[in-house]
């Protein structure tokens, strides 16, 4: 047998001895010949003629050639230097990151995929470097490069395990390791021997540091589809690049993020970021903008601070801020600028107060008080006058107490808000109608809340009124007693309209009361005056809480509303909460329907509404929020579920050993759950299989389990992520891709999943499924998903979701089942169901992520020669919402003719109070210049206009600069408020007094 050659591909199977692994010097017709197994062409490289048939050592220059090496329909490499690693913490520390566990979750699924691939070679002991890498062809699953030390053949292989999933191994001139599948093996191999093209799409050489202990170039989507444009949302961006070091236990690196819009992004996100990274020691430094090095893209460069290798939960948590600021805040950013023209609705929070919430002092939950009609000929009256054109009361199942046929009533919600929409106490009429045919989806069938009036303690936004004005109303807890206070202004009186006093009912004692999905489904399209409608969408905090009945022996109360009028003297029943509810409202938002019962003029008014900024204004100042870690921002999505969303279910046969297994989240433990209606609890591990519309990532396979953090509560734990294509999430940050295909064809459903852990493939038969009705508790945990890492989004959604019934499988074909928790389970599913509806759904991603921020101090400027004081009014020429009262104070710098300023206006309105920071200069001589919005900080409508960073003209009147020691001048404007609140007059004087 000669020396100089060596068979280049291997199979290697459980039939393959340790021995033969490799194959020295035999062609591939002399290998097959004595029974090993080669499916390429052999290459051939000079090796030692030592006793040993050693290997020829790799140099430096081999390592830097690793990424020369990739094919050119590479999709991403990540490039590890073991030596370099080794050198920079502990070799214990280093052994547990190479292992792929104890490590941060970014970089443990790519280290746990190079040790997989490696067979147990123990690559960081016989390899510098090794370098991990995908295709754009999924199925073909991840490959590996290492360039290997100066070792033998046998001491190479010795120890070694058979590859799994079909991998096959080879050798490459100057002692490099290759391992994948056959297909990408061959392409390697064509490359090395200049017969094959290398990577043309990624510079990986220029994107990949060979100076950094860990490197990786992952090309998203936008790289390989030229139908996704730049848009200021980093998951558009072409590739994401990266390079950590390992120093004294700590990684500690940057990112890039090539795109074509990276100076618009970096802009917007400084100026949203500003409050964190322009502070004294900041822990984060300012994005900025560097020059291409692919395909023309500049490339956005963010520095991370170190996280320690042996994080704590706090701490790996606490380092995907800046991740939640640049993914979800900026996607957040980008939503908000879609509502201006109407392109997607606007979502804003709307929180109901409960004692949950431990504020001081505690506000109580919400009642519904409800009363029964008189009779028929009330009701036909209630019709005639009170709703709009084509609108109907709709008999309604309120409680699961109700009469299975419904029953007709009207209700008062008494309430305190606390939200960006509205706040403060609030009553609220309401009955369940049916609107026209077409009015909404299902009108006719199921039936909606309508709102026949609203007073509110704080001014507040709604379809009714646009603004319903403050009046004197309260809902306080005064010892054990709910007492709720309703009056209204006549002028300068105030009138009674409704005052009631109940005990809080005792959950210990007091009968439950179980709200209906047909209550919780009214909420979809609540209905006001005119038939206008806001779009709501809730979770289980509505539906799946107990609530308790009031005793209506203790409630008193009197009633001088005009609704009394229509209903019997004696209340039906009354209801409490004692849980905080949820929601998120897109206001006015059908405005386009044919079904309006409304003036032209008025609809003009109310399309001015929702198009002069507020509604943009609300939800940007919710992103602003976000980066000040104060509050959560909302974005809208879909899932069309042309390919059925479906749903695998398997028993978990051991809890107890998979719990240990997991290593949950402190205080969480596995939660049984049933499934659909009439199946008894068990505990499950769920594969949910979809698709969310325009999605970056392209189909998702989610691996859960229910679990409860001790709430008494259900929520899903994701285990295990797979995508078809990379995507971002807060565990791994940047998701690579996996094998995923979900496939609906001829009557199949077919599942087809494979990675590195995970080999599973399903089928099952669409015909002769059954109907299932889903538990409310299953639909509970999915409100809240949490990733590995126990970062969790908050999910909001209709009846699409709560209501419809899901299509459960007679039989399920299982032809592959590996995953890491196959020993926990049982070997087939015991219920597989499938979805076909499209759901809407809101989603608050990260939403337990919070770092909060001090505000920047407006401490004026430096050096400044005069202190500005000043007073003003706003007054509405139609409206008197609007008008305001000034407050000004600020330093000034006089430098020869221009006069630089720095000025706090203190706003006080119907909204509340505000401040808005302001920058600007103008010249002493023509008494112009510009003024710039540094921040708004107040009322959420207050400052829903006021966009940070916006620069205008300054135009200054009766400007009097005589004397330089004591400056005046006046700024009067007439302010166009839109067609909501019409033409206002602003006046302001300022004085700028020289310092001592």
């Known amino acids: 047998m000669q020396t100089n050659a060596i068979s280049k591909v291997v199979r290697l199977g459980a039939a393959v001895s340790v021995a033969g692994l490799l194959a020295v010097g035999c062609s591939s017709s002399d290998a097959a010949e004595e029974g090993a197994t080669t499916s390429a062409p052999a290459a051939t490289t000079t090796v030692q003629t030592d006793d040993n048939d050693g290997l020829a050592p790799a140099d430096d220059a081999a390592v830097r050639a690793l990424p020369e090496l990739l094919p050119a329909n590479a999709s991403d490499a990540f490039l590890v230097d073991f030596d370099g690693l080794a050198s920079g913490g502990s070799s214990a520390a280093v052994t547990v990151l190479l292992s ?41 699953g991840p490959f590996l490069l290492a360039a290997l030390r100066s070792e033998s053949v046998d001491d190479v292989t010795t120890g070694s395990e058979p590859l799994a999933n079909g991998n096959q191994l080879t050798i490459l001139p100057g002692g490099v390791l290759v391992v994948g599948q056959q297909s990408v093996v061959e392409s390697v191999i064509d490359v090395s021997n200049g017969e094959g093209t290398g990577s043309s799409t990624i510079p990986f050489t220029d994107v990949l540091s060979d100076e950094s202990h860990i490197s990786f170039a992952y090309g998203m989507p936008a790289l390989f589809d030229s139908s996704i444009s730049p848009d200021g949302k980093l998951r558009t961006a072409s590739l994401v690049g990266g390079a950590f070091d390992i120093i004294d236990g700590a990684i500690e690196g940057s990112m890039s993020f090539h795109t ?66 640049l993914f979800i805040g900026m996607e957040a950013t980008h939503y908000a600028k879609s509502v201006a023209d109407r392109t997607d609705g606007a979502w804003l929070d709307f929180l109901v107060k409960s004692e949950q919430d431990e504020q001081t002092p505690p506000s109580p939950g919400s009642v519904y008080i409800r009363w029964e009609f008189k009779d028929q000929a009330a009701i036909d009256a209630f019709e005639a006058n009170e709703l709009p054109a084509g609108f109907r009361l709709a008999p309604t199942r309120f409680l699961e107490s109700d009469a299975p046929e419904g029953e007709y009533f009207l209700a008062l919600n008494l309430y305190n808000a606390g939200s960006s929409l509205v706040s403060g106490a609030r009553a609220e009429w309401d009955v369940f109608v049916h609107g026209p045919d077409g009015a909404d989806p299902n009108a006719g069938e199921r039936p909606r809340f309508m709102v026949v009036e609203a007073l509110a303690e704080e001014v507040s936004a709604d379809a009714g009124n646009l603004l319903t004005p403050a009046e004197p109303l309260s809902h306080e807890l005064v010892g054990d007693l709910v007492v709720s206070n309703v009056q209204r202004f006549e002028g300068e009186s105030q009138v009674p309209v409704f005052e009631s006093t109940f005990p809080a009912p005792d959950p210990e004692q007091a009968e439950v009361a179980r709200f209906t999905r047909e209550m919780a489904i009214g909420n979809d399209y609540i209905y006001w005056s005119h038939g206008v409608s806001d779009r709501v969408l809730y979770n289980a905090t509505t539906f799946n809480h107990d609530a308790y009945f009031v005793d209506t022996t203790q409630l008193t109360y009197t009633d001088d509303s005009p609704w009394a009028q229509y209903l019997k003297p004696v209340v039906k029943d009354a209801v409490y909460y004692n849980n905080t509810l949820e929601y998120v409202a897109s206001p006015m938002a059908n405005l386009d329907s044919d079904y309006l019962d409304i003036t032209p003029e008025w609809l ?20 602003e929020q976000l980066f000040r870690g104060q509050d959560d921002a909302l974005v809208g999505l879909h899932i069309g579920n042309e390919t059925p969303s479906t749903y695998v279910n398997f028993e978990i046969t051991d809890p107890e050993g998979l719990t240990t297994a997991l290593d949950l989240p402190e205080g969480h433990s596995l939660a049984p759950i049933s499934l659909t209606e009439g199946e008894p609890e068990q505990h499950y591990l769920t594969l949910s299989v979809f698709e969310v519309d325009d999605a970056m990532e392209g189909t998702r396979a989610e691996w859960s389990v229910y679990v409860d953090d001790g709430s008494g509560r259900p929520h899903l734990l994701i285990l295990d992520l797979m995508t078809a294509s990379a995507g971002f999430d807060s565990a791994t940050i940047l998701n690579l891709p996996s094998e995923v295909e979900h496939a609906l064809a001829d009557g199949v459903m077919s599942i087809r999943l494979a990675s590195t852990t995970v080999n599973f493939e399903a089928s099952f038969e669409t015909e002769g499924v059954a109907e299932k009705e889903l538990t409310m508790d299953w639909i509970e945990a999915g409100d809240i998903v949490c990733s590995a890492i126990n970062i969790c989004n908050k999910y909001y959604y209709d009846a699409e979701t709560l209501d419809v019934p899901v299509h459960q499988a007679a039989t399920v074909t299982v032809d592959a089942f590996t995953t890491p928790w196959s020993d926990f389970v049982t070997d087939t599913p015991s219920v597989v169901f499938y979805r076909d509806n499209a759901q809407e759904y809101v989603v608050a991603p990260w939403y337990n992520l919070k770092v909060p921020v001090d505000l920047l101090p407006f401490s004026g400027l430096e050096g400044a020669t005069h202190t500005i004081s000043g007073t003003g009014e706003l007054i509405g020429r139609s409206n008197e919402v609007a008008n305001s009262i000034y407050t000004y104070s600020g330093d000034a710098v006089l430098d020869g003719e221009q006069l630089t300023f720095a000025i706090d206006q203190e706003i006080n309105n119907a909204l509340g109070l505000g401040n808005i920071y302001t920058t600007g200069d103008f010249d002493l001589t023509s008494g112009s210049g510009t003024v710039t919005v540094v921040d708004c900080v107040g009322n959420a409508l207050l400052c829903s206009d006021i966009e940070p960073g916006f620069s205008t003209f300054y135009a200054t009147e009766a400007l009097e600069a005589s004397d330089v020691d004591a400056i005046s001048w006046q700024v009067n404007v007439i302010v166009d408020l839109g067609s909501s609140f019409g033409i206002a007059d602003s006046a302001s004087s300022f004085e700028a007094t020289r310092l001592n």
């Open 100 to 140: 792929g566990e104890g490590t941060d979750p970014m970089f443990s699924e790519p280290l746990g995929a190079i040790e997989f691939l490696g067979g147990g070679l123990a690559l960081s002991d016989v390899a510098t470097s090794a370098l991990l890498a995908h295709t754009t062809d999924a199925t073909a």
């Open 260 to 325: 074509a819009d990276a100076t618009d992004f970096v802009s917007a996100y400084n100026s949203l970021n500003r409050h964190t990274a322009l502070q004294e020691d900041a822990p984060e430094e300012p994005l900025a903008v560097t020059d291409s090095l692919v395909a023309g893209l500049d490339h956005i460069v963010v520095d991370m601070p170190p996280t320690p290798l042996d994080a704590s939960d706090d701490e790996l948590v606490a380092s995907r801020n800046l991740f939640k600021k």
């Open 604 to 623: 003009d008014v109310l399309v001015g509404f929702t198009t002069n900024g507020h509604q943009e204004g609300l939800m940007r100042k919710a992103v």
